[in-house]
């Protein structure tokens, strides 16, 4: 076997690193950043801006220019006369003599000699005049030496913050900004309160806590906040809430639709929101979800709105007894009113007396709304009280019984009865017991 040996690594040094070509330029150091202008500085070319405005224009800019930029340059040229200690700093500059007095009281009376200078340095002045700034004379304020607003207001070097000179506008004077209470401002600011009349909107509550446990209704993420009407409810904050009333008129800056709403919630509170608050609120809200009812949107082509309250369902059934006490009536109809399900109400009709015994047939069927039961079954009674059947039948435990809500008449007779009723027009009808027919009354 060979064996090869190895020699440790002859160990360099800076000078033997520094000593190689540096091909990639790693080690070559670009030169320091010139550092920023001191505050000196910064005030000779101030005024030399202002020097070069009046060169090219012949004559000192003005505070109520239209241009921006002369407008500043004025403003400048006044701070810096009015600080005698930079008039005195910056006299080696001044080659126009700009800054020869501490006020502006007569600046405009010999506005032309700084303009004829100008013109003249045109033509005869150094190019050496435009040296670099000498070395100030005082050393820079270092912000670490910046200790209370006294320091601040010392060291205004544009006299930007005093005021006191009404040729200088100070920064806190808003002259083009308009102030807080120029704004369009809401009416009323919202507020929550004790809902007097909760108990019209209790039941209502109610039946949609229902429909979501059994899936009929649908809480999905609160979209479109311009879809807000009369009637739409919402979960807020976890709490069930409806949109009772929408205004009419908008509140408010802006152009989109902004009303105030009556908005009930569910623990017996109303408040007054404006519609975007509330949007702003269900977005804001990780729970805020909108409550779809599929039986809505046919509610409302049919003009019913949450206040109507449904009170239950008139129905007319048809009697499939084979009774021989009944065969011989052909149109034997019943008009009854029940608050629940209509199937589970003629389940089991059979055994029940109210059903003659026997199976029934749904032939017409109304949901009601907002009325009284006992109302209308006396108007039913009055209307058809020749067409009732009058008839003993005998029950299956033995006893008879006379069917009271049993009529002999004919469909049409009797939907357009249930119709008049409940559009509040019976009064203006009677029943014709020769035809069998619902004939208007005549007058006079």
């Excluded at 109507?308 to 009697?319: C, E, H, M, Q």
């Excluded at 052909?330 to 199976?359: M, S, V």
């Amino acid at each position: 076997m060979i064996r090869t040996r190895r020699e440790p690594p002859k160990r360099r040094s800076l000078d033997d690193i520094f000593a190689e070509s540096d091909e990639l330029g790693l080690l070559t150091v670009a030169p320091p950043r010139s550092s920023a202008p001191s505050s000196d500085q910064r005030l000779v070319a101030t005024l030399q801006n202002i020097e070069a405005f009046v060169t090219k224009n012949g004559r000192k800019p003005q505070q109520d220019a239209k241009d921006l930029n002369e407008a500043t340059l004025a403003v400048q040229l006044a701070a810096l006369r009015r600080d005698l200690s930079k008039v005195e700093g910056l006299a080696d500059w001044d080659t126009l003599g700009l800054l020869g007095r501490s006020t502006g009281d007569s600046e405009d009376a010999s506005q032309d000699e700084p303009a004829k200078s100008a013109r003249a340095g045109q033509s005869g002045r150094d190019d050496t005049s435009e040296a670099s700034p000498a070395t100030p004379k005082e050393a820079p304020v270092s912000p670490d030496s910046v200790t209370s607003l006294d320091d601040i207001w010392d060291s205004d070097t544009l006299g930007l913050l005093s005021g006191g000179d009404d040729s200088v506008e100070s920064i806190f004077d808003l002259t083009h900004v308009p102030e807080g209470n120029e704004r369009d401002m809401p009416d009323e600011i919202a507020q929550r309160a004790h809902c007097d009349d909760f108990y019209r909107f209790e039941n209502l509550f109610d039946q949609v806590r229902e429909e979501l446990r059994e899936g009929d209704a649908e809480a999905v993420p609160f979209q479109m906040e311009s879809q807000i009407d009369e009637g739409d409810m919402f979960v807020l904050n976890g709490m069930l809430c409806i949109a009772d009333q929408v205004g009419e008129e908008s509140v408010g800056a802006g152009r989109k639709f902004n009303p105030r709403l009556r908005v009930v919630f569910d623990n017996g509170t109303e408040s007054n929101l404006l519609l975007r608050s509330l949007a702003r609120a269900l977005y804001k809200d990780e729970t805020g979800r909108r409550i779809l009812r599929p039986d809505t949107t046919l509610d409302v082509m049919q003009g019913i709105t949450h206040h109507d309250k449904r009170t239950g369902v008139i129905y007319i059934l048809r009697s499939l007894s084979q009774d021989t006490a009944l065969r011989g009536i052909r149109n034997l109809h019943k008009i009854g009113y029940t608050e629940k399900e209509l199937d589970k109400r003629i389940t089991g009709a059979e055994r029940q007396q109210t059903y003659l015994e026997a199976p029934v047939q749904t032939v017409a069927s109304f949901e009601c709304y907002n009325l009284d039961p006992r109302r209308f079954e006396r108007l039913v009674h009055a209307m058809l009280h020749h067409q009732r059947v009058n008839v003993l039948l005998h029950s299956r435990d033995g006893s008879t019984y006379r069917p009271r809500e049993w009529f002999d008449v004919e469909l049409d007779a009797a939907r357009e009865i249930v119709k008049r009723i409940v559009d509040g027009t019976i009064a203006q009808y009677r029943m014709d017991n020769t035809t069998g027919r619902l004939v208007e009354k005549r007058h006079g």
